[in-house]
Every structure is written in C-alpha cells, then in structure tokens.
C-alpha cells in the first residue's frame, strides 16, 4: 500500500514537472480523523507569501490522479466530490480538507506557481483514522476469591492505529512484573492472586491513537474475601453473672460478602445467627464458653473467634435458721442449728452470736460445710441471737433466730429479820436466779404454808411462828428446785434480855435528837439577841 502510494507520488510529482528546491509539505504521514477535517500545513519562503498565481492540489487514492482544489487568477476550481468540504488560502497554499472519510486515505500533491514563474511543490500521505469508540474492560471472570483467583482484563476498543493504557482510579497502574502483569500490547492486564484492593481503584483502560483517546467505564469487580479479624465482646464484661441478668454478646469479622456468624455455646451450635447473640434473663445452665463462627459462603473460609466464659450464679435469697422446736435446758439440751436458703448456693457462711463473731468451742461446734451450729450440751450463757450469713460472688443473704436457755433456779436466798417482838410484823423474801421465773412455795418447820408468792408475809408475829421457814424455788421447766432455810424467833414482851424493844431503843435516841435540836437553836437565838451573859468562868 505504502509502497503502491510513493510510486503514485513519484508519478504524480513528475506529471507536475519540476522537482526544484525543498517540498513545501512537511514529512508525513498526516493523520486526520473520520467525520473530522484536515489541515495540510504549507512550508513556504515569506517573500513567495502571496506571490502564486496558481495553487493546485490533487489526489491520488490508488485509482489515478483526481483534481482537488485549484487557485488561479480567474478563480478558485474545487474537484468533484470536494465541495464544501475544502478551504484554500492562496496566499500561502494551505489546504483545510472536512468531513473526511476512509475514501480520503492516499496521496495529496500541491504545485504553487509564483508570479516569478517559479514552481514550488509538495506531497504527503493522509491517513483518515476511525474514531476511538467503545473502549471496553471485560473480565474472565464474574466472582473472584482473594488470593485464589487470577483476573485477566482485556481491554478492546474500536479505532485506528490504537494503543492502550490503564489507570487504577486517577493514577497510571503500576505493574510490578508478578502480580500485577500487561501484556506486551497492553490490552491484558493479569492480576495474578488478587487482593481485595487490587479492583476497587476504579481501573481504567486508555485507548488512544495520535490525535484521539477514550476512556472505558469503571471497572469494578467485587473481590470476595475473608472472614478475618473475627471480635467478640461480652457485655457485661464480669466472670461471675448474677441469675437473671441480661449478656448481650457481639460478633464480628471482616468479610466480603459479610459472614455469616453462627453463635456456639459449649461447642454446640446454637440456633442464634448474626452479629448479636442477647441473653435475657440469663439462667444457671447458660454458663460457660461461647465463642462465634464466621464464615464465608463465597471464600469458602471460616474463621472462629476466641472463647468467652461467663459462669451465671444464682442469688441466695430466703435464708432461714431451723431450730431446735422445743424448750432448752442448760445442761441438759443439744441444740442444733442449721442455716439453708432457698435459693443460691453459698460460697462462705459466717455465724453470728449477738452480732459479733460465733466463737467455737468443745461444746460449740461448727459443722465441717458450716451449715450447721450443735451445742452440747446447751448452757445459760448460749441465749442469744444466732445469725448465719451466706454469700456468693454475686449476693449475701442473712438469718437470725433467737433461742432461750432455760436453767435454774440458782443462788436461791431469803432475806429477812430473825428474830421478832410478839405483834409486829414479819415479812421474808425469796429471791432465785431462773428461766423462766422460779415459782415458789413456803414450809414452815418442815410443813407446807400454802403460800405461793416469793414473800412470806406475817403481820402480827405471835410466838408460834418461831421456826424454821423453807423456800423451795422451783422451775417448771427445768424441772429442778433449790430450798433455803431462814430461822425466826418470835420473843415474848418484857423479857429482861431482851433489854431494849427497838420501839424503846427508837423512843430514846429520838428523845436525845430532839434535845440537842432544842440546845442548839436556843444557843443560836441567843446569840442573835445578843443577851449579855455573864460567863460563869
Ligand atoms: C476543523 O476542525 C477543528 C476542530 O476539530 C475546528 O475547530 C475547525 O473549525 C474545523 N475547520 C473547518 C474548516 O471545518
Ligand atoms: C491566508 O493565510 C494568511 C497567513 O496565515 C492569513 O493572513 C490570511 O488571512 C489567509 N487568507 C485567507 C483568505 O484565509
Ligand atoms: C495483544 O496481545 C495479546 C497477547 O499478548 C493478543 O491476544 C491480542 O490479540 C493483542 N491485541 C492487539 C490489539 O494486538
Ligand atoms: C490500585 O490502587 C490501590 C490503591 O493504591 C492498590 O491497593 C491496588 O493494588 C492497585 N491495583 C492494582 C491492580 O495495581
Ligand atoms: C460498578 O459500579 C457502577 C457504578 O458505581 C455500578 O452501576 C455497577 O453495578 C458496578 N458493577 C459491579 C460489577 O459492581
Ligand atoms: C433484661 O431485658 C428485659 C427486656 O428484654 C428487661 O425487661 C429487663 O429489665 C432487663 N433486665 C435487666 C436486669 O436489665
Ligand atoms: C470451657 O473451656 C475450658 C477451656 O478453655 C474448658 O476447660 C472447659 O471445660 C469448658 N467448659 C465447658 C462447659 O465446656
Ligand atoms: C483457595 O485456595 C486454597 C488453596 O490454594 C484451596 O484450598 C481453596 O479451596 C480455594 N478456595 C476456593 C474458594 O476456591
Ligand atoms: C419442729 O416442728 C415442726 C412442726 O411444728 C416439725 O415439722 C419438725 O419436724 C420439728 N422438728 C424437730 C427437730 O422436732
Ligand atoms: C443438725 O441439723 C441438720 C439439718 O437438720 C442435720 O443435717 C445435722 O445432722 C444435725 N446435726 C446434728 C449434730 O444433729
Ligand atoms: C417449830 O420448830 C421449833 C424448833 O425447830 C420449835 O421450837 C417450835 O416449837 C416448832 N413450832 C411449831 C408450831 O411446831
Ligand atoms: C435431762 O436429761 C435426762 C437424760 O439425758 C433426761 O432424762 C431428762 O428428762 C432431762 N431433763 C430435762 C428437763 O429435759
């Protein structure tokens, strides 16, 4: 073709004459585009600028010589098939050529002639390039697999003369000769072993020729990757969870198509999936480990997080001591107190006496579990309030029961005078450490009174009451009693050593008082008169 159109040239330059000087056309070939004009650019002296009398173009596209364009003084003759499509300057020769088609592909030779009858000429080759269009990325494939799968892009477009160029997003793809390849040609680019970043640029091919480029659309495909960098969380966050509470875990992993997270509990599937796993009311049996399956239906991969482990404890509630039913004798009964709950279980249990610590000892014994308080036998000194504490990680709960001992009578006594005038009164009074309170009953010289009241009331004594009076304290309970004895003397009046009643004794000691009452304000009396009186000294 080349070769057939520089043969063609050499004709046409040798029907046109003289080949004298330098061609007034620059080296070619000139390209134009289809649809698109021309310009064919002249090289010419300035002092022939507007110096041609005639200006002559012609074609030659492989089937003889055609007639272009011809400027001469009577006027400008435009060939056949040119019309409107052509614009000549005379002055300078350049040749403006429109509209063009694959038809206009050949040699054009223009022969100017200036008023000096000098001849300049020119020729040059025209290419007319079909437009770049249609520039296109197509994949080998349609789903791709992070680090499995090779994408192959090829690039094809429609134009002349065409080479390529890809961009990933706005900056030119960098091969790296392994990974990322472009074939010789630069129509296919191999990303071998995808990355998930490797597509999302978007890439771009470039079809370009000299005088025209266009861009493919975006491309992208989505490259399926994961599940990595799989998290699970836990809240609350505590070990030990209270009974009811509520835990709400999360899950999640890092995956293209997002994973599915499958929930496990104790190595069991549950039938929980997605990203949360919520337990209300969270009860005893859901202890344990928990951990979350991802897992990719398109990478085929799954990926398990770490495990989290939680015990649910329940709280202690309706603590309650059980005690010993009947009465308590010291000395006699063994009380056992056990301290449960309703519910919860008991890491420690503490007991109480009073409120300070219970203090052990060969009669007080804590149980091994210590749930469970036996004294043996029971003391007076054992009354009191008992109180159990039972605590876990999450609760403490508490029980209190008061228990009596019963014991006595002890250090039973009398008081009272011994000994009596006839008529006055006697009164004796028995008093006993006892619980419950002692009942008492009187005797008299070894004899039942049938008084049974703690005093012995006389209000007269006459002299058959002298003997012995017996208080028998008894206590019901502990089925013991005490007796004490107290002698009274009933003495007749006027017995000579007797010496003084207590009535005379009183009459007397009352008689001086008055006496010396009756000195001592007279004394100050007079004193106060200030009386003159004559000391006898
Ligand atoms: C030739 O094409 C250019 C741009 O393509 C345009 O600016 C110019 O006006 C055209 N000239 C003619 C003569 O059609
Ligand atoms: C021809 O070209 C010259 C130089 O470029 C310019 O000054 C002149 O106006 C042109 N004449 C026409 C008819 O376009
Ligand atoms: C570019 O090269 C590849 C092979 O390397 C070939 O298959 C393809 O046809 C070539 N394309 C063009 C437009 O040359
Ligand atoms: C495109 O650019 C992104 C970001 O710079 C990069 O991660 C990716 O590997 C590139 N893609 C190719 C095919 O080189
Ligand atoms: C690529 O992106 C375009 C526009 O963002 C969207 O319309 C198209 O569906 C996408 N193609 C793929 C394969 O994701
Ligand atoms: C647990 O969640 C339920 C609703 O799902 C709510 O009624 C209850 O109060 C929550 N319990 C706690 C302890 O937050
Ligand atoms: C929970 O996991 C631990 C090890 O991490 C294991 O010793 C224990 O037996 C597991 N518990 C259950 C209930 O599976
Ligand atoms: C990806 O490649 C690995 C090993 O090369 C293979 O075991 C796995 O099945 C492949 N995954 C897919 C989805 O083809
Ligand atoms: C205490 O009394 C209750 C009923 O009043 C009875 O069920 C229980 O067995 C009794 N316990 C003892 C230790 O006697
Ligand atoms: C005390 O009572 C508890 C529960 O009733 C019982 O298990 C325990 O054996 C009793 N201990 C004694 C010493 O009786
Ligand atoms: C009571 O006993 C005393 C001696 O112990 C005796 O003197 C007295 O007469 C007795 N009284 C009566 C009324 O028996
Ligand atoms: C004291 O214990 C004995 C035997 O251990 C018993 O026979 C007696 O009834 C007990 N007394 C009381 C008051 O419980």
Redesign the pocket.
């Known amino acids: 073709m080349d070769l057939f159109h520089l043969r063609s040239l050499v004709i046409l330059l040798s029907a046109v004459g003289c080949c004298n000087g330098q061609s007034v056309l620059p080296a070619g070939p000139l390209e134009g585009v289809q649809g698109?004009?021309v310009?064919f650019k002249t090289i010419i002296i300035p002092t022939d600028v507007g110096n041609f009398i005639t200006v002559s173009w012609n074609f030659n596209g492989g089937s003889g010589l055609v007639p272009v364009v011809t400027s001469a003084p009577k006027g400008e003759t435009v060939g056949a098939g040119y019309a409107g499509r052509v614009?000549l300057n005379s002055s300078t020769g350049v040749l403006?050529l429109?509209s063009l088609t694959a038809k206009d592909v050949g040699d054009y030779a223009v022969t100017m002639v200036t008023s000096a009858a000098v001849q300049r000429t020119g020729a040059t080759l025209l290419r007319v390039l079909e437009p770049v269009s249609a520039v296109t990325i197509t994949s080998n494939l349609n789903e791709v697999v992070e680090f499995n799968s090779t994408v192959v892009l090829t690039c094809s477009a429609k134009g002349s003369f065409l080479t390529y160029k890809w961009l990933n997003g706005t900056t030119p793809l960098v091969t790296d000769g392994k990974h990322v390849t472009l074939s010789a040609n630069s129509t296919v680019l191999t990303v071998a072993g995808v990355f998930r970043k490797d597509l999302v640029g978007p890439i771009y091919c470039t079809a370009f020729n000299n005088l025209e480029s266009d861009n493919s659309a975006p491309f992208n495909l989505t490259v399926t990757y994961g599940p990595e960098n799989i998290a699970m969380t836990v809240t609350p966050t505590a070990e030990i969870q209270k009974k009811g509470s509520n835990i709400t875990l999360t899950c999640s992993a890092q995956s293209s198509p997002a994973a599915v997270l499958q929930w496990i509990h104790n190595g069991v599937p549950l039938s929980v999936v997605g990203p949360k796993l919520v337990l209300d009311n969270v009860a005893v049996a859901q202890s344990g480990n928990y951990s979350c399956m991802a897992s990719n239906a398109k990478t085929l991969r799954y990926l398990e997080s770490t495990t989290a482990k939680f015990t649910v404890v329940e709280a202690i509630s309706g603590a309650k001591i059980t005690g010993p039913n009947g009465t308590l004798v010291a000395g006699n009964s063994t009380a056992n107190l056990s301290c449960q709950a309703t519910t919860g279980t008991a890491d420690a249990r503490v007991w109480l006496k009073n409120g300070a610590a219970l203090s052990p000892s060969n009669r007080v014994v804590v149980s091994a579990d210590k749930s469970s308080i036996t004294i043996k036998p029971v003391q007076k000194e054992d009354s009191g309030e008992y109180q159990c504490k039972l605590t876990n990680a999450v609760s403490t709960d508490s029980a209190s029961l008061k228990i009596v001992i019963s014991f006595g009578p002890e250090t039973v006594s009398v008081k009272g005078v011994n000994s009596v005038k006839v008529t006055e009164p006697v009164m004796l009074k028995c008093a006993a450490v006892s619980l419950p309170a002692a009942t008492y009953t009187w005797k008299f010289n070894g004899t039942l009174t049938g008084v049974m009241t703690a005093e012995y009331g006389i209000d007269a004594a006459v002299a058959t009451n002298s003997g012995i009076y017996t208080c028998e304290a008894s206590n019901a309970v502990t089925g013991l009693s005490t007796s004490v004895n107290h002698k009274l003397s009933v003495k007749e009046e006027g017995t000579p050593d007797d010496g003084l009643s207590g009535g005379q004794i009183a009459g007397i000691v009352i008689g001086v008082l008055i006496a010396l009452v009756l000195i001592i304000v007279g004394v100050r009396y007079m004193r106060r008169k200030k009386i003159p009186i004559e000391s006898p000294y």
Request: glycine letters at 0%.
């Open positions: 698109k004009n310009t614009s403006n429109a």
